[in-house]
């Protein structure tokens, strides 16, 4: 039975699946071997309920099993998805010219590791860059001849009653973190300088930095309830049916003059938290950031679908500032249900009171193959 719950666990991780699955391993685990048959079941539920692949489970003699989905190919994700945050990050989002020479520009976004070993010989944890790149859905169909990802990634144009989310599109982003600035600074010169001569139409170097300890610039701690182990994070993140991860980027420029004129008690009214303490405020409204994301305004309640959140604060005191937003998911379910429930694009119709105080100017959905298959573009 104890092996039958990892290759489940395997298999929910594959799915995206999250909390759900975690809430079923519950249930699964306790009791006599009786409950236990009938727990599996419920495991396997919880495995679903974050996609709907209940088509893809069937029952065998009382118990429901996955014989397709027991075994998981070796894939290893690529550092900047599950390793650990820095002080600093650089989001690096590149366009490219059309008709450029895909297979050249995708063998240097491979060659992404090797420029890191260069900067960075050692494993000092003071100049370690943690750093993966990722492809928009056109730029990976092409690099891979037609393959593409597993499961369709594409972004779409949202609006709500607080503002929009543009799509802005792109083909390769890379995501790096340090504990060192420069090196980043160095990295983010040597790829742009990788690139064949005439093929970036467009390239943006954003650089993010830890903001007193952990906080966003509007004052409130971000990403509380970030999965914090590697092995959630791996459940959260990866697919374990191809070892990568779907990962999106959104650049909020924030609303500086409605932060500063709005009192605390406004402010934690829209987001669902407290801005000293971050603890989840028992009486909220279902437009709140935290009822957006958890689809409910009683406390406590585990969300239906989770992201591992690297976003950090961006930008200068003088021109814009904000947060550059960046998430990764064993599936894009688990994007598309938040960005949905920020526009009101659910059943409620409720839009997300964030936006009110923050705007977003762009965003795009990726693919972070893992390292076995980020070889085969080299």
């Known amino acids: 039975m104890a092996t039958f719950y990892k290759a489940a666990r395997t298999a929910a991780r594959g799915f995206g699946a999250g909390a759900a699955f975690r809430r079923g391993l519950a249930i699964a685990s306790a009791g006599t071997a009786r409950r236990a048959g009938a727990g599996v079941g419920a495991l396997l539920a919880g495995a679903a309920l974050a996609t709907g692949g209940y088509r893809l489970y069937k029952n065998e003699g009382g118990l429901t099993i996955l014989p397709q989905l027991m075994a998981a190919p070796s894939s290893t994700p690529q550092p900047s998805v599950i390793g650990e945050g820095k002080t600093f990050s650089v989001y690096i989002w590149i366009h490219l010219k059309p008709g450029v020479n895909v297979a050249e ?23 370690a860059i943690l750093a993966g790149v990722g492809f928009g859905p056109a730029f990976y169909k092409q690099a891979t001849a037609g393959a593409g990802a597993s499961l369709n990634y594409y972004y779409t144009y949202r609006k709500g009653a607080h503002g929009e989310m543009p799509s802005t599109g792109g083909d390769i982003f890379i995501h790096a973190k340090s504990n060192n600035y420069s090196k980043l600074f160095e990295l983010t010169q040597t790829v742009v300088r990788s ?44 697919n374990s049916l191809c070892g990568g991860s779907y990962c999106v980027t959104q650049r909020w420029i924030h609303q500086h003059d409605v932060i500063q004129n709005s009192k605390d008690k406004a402010l934690e009214s829209f987001i669902g938290r407290g801005k000293a303490d971050s603890v989840e405020l028992k009486n909220k409204t279902i437009s709140s950031h935290v009822a957006r994301m958890v689809g409910t305004t009683t406390p406590g309640q585990p969300k239906p679908f989770e992201l591992v959140r690297h976003s950090q604060p961006y930008g200068t005191v003088c021109g814009e500032s904000g947060l550059f937003f960046i998430g990764y998911a064993a599936s894009p379910d688990n994007l598309n249900y938040m960005l949905d429930r920020m526009v009101g694009a ?20 990726w693919y972070f193959p893992s390292q076995q298959d980020l070889k085969k573009l080299a």
Not at 197 to 203: R, V
Not at 209 to 216: H, S
Request: glycine share 8%; with cysteine.
């Open 105 to 127: 520009c995708a063998k240097v976004a491979a060659s992404l590791q090797q420029k890191v070993k260069v900067l960075s010989p050692t494993s000092d944890e003071d100049d």
């Open 195 to 238: 690139f064949p001569a005439g093929t970036i139409q467009k390239a943006e170097d954003y650089y993010g930095w830890t903001f007193q300890e952990g906080r966003d610039l509007s004052g409130f701690i971000d990403g509380t309830e970030n999965p914090a182990a590697e092995e959630d994070r791996l459940c959260v993140a990866v």
């Open 346 to 365: 659910d059943k409620d119709g409720q839009s997300d009171d964030i936006m009110r105080l923050t705007k977003c100017v762009s965003g795009t959905y």
